[in-house]
């Protein structure tokens, strides 16, 4: 079975700082993994995923994942946070069972302080 | 493009109303799905196509209908609205779903409350 788990519901940090955005994952199979970001009442546009092309993958707006299978862990970073970070971000696994088939992660709120 | 359509934005109905959710998507992507989102939980598929005249079930189908008679369009069928499908709701899509790493292009969504 496929899962997904974000260890943070919520993290906040100040303008300028890093992110940290933890998730690991379980899966039968050889996944693909994404990171979605939902901003306050918009959908959910990808900002990342991977492939097993490589294991850091950067996606837009400065953000980066790595994927590391010892630790099955898909931790999504920034440097320097902006204030237009502040969002809801998902943690998805994606896998081929008949069609494709996503597993989201709980959610991890991002709120940056000025 | 106007991308992944969701039609109402809102909608507030009593319990066992009916009501139609709808989609649209005029990318031509063969696969088109439907999503709850509730507190907590992330989002979980309801129901899902592969092409026009074929769906299947997702992870919660149960209370919901699906039909897929033309490319662009999936509505989301409530027959007897229940509070537990208090929720918001997201159609997605995709040019195929062949492999695992394809985007799926998600609407805005449908703030759902069932009183």
């Known amino acids: 079975a496929q899962s997904v788990t974000q260890l943070d519901s919520h993290v906040s940090v100040s303008e300028g700082t890093p992110v940290l955005l933890r998730c690991n994952y379980s899966s039968s199979y050889s996944p693909s993994l994404f990171w979605y970001v939902q901003h306050p009442n918009k959908g959910l546009q990808l900002l990342l995923k991977?492939?097993?092309?490589?294991?850091l993958v950067k996606g837009i707006n400065g953000f980066e994942a790595e994927f590391k299978k010892s630790e099955t862990s898909f931790h999504l970073t920034k440097p320097s946070a902006h204030m237009s970070d502040a969002a809801e971000y998902f943690c998805v696994v994606s896998i081929i069972q008949g069609a494709q088939k996503l597993v989201f992660g709980q959610g991890t709120r991002l709120t940056i302080n000025p | 493009n106007a991308g992944v359509t969701q039609t109402p934005k809102f909608q507030v109905l009593k319990t066992g109303q009916s009501m139609t959710l709808q989609c649209a998507q005029d990318?031509?992507?063969?696969?088109m799905s439907w999503y709850r989102q509730d507190p907590g939980m992330g989002l979980r598929l309801i129901h899902y196509s592969v092409g026009a005249g074929i769906t299947d079930q997702g992870e919660v189908p149960n209370g919901y209908n699906v039909s897929r008679s033309t490319t662009e369009d999936f509505p989301l069928r409530l027959l007897s609205a229940a509070p537990s499908q208090t929720s918001v709701y997201f159609c997605?899509?995709?040019?195929?779903?062949?492999?695992?790493?394809?985007?799926?292009?998600f609407g805005p969504g449908t703030r759902l409350t069932v009183l």
């Open positions: 990318m031509n992507h063969e696969y």
């Open positions: 997605a899509s995709s040019p195929d779903t062949s492999t695992s790493y394809n985007e799926q292009f």
């Open positions: 991977y492939t097993s092309a490589a294991t």
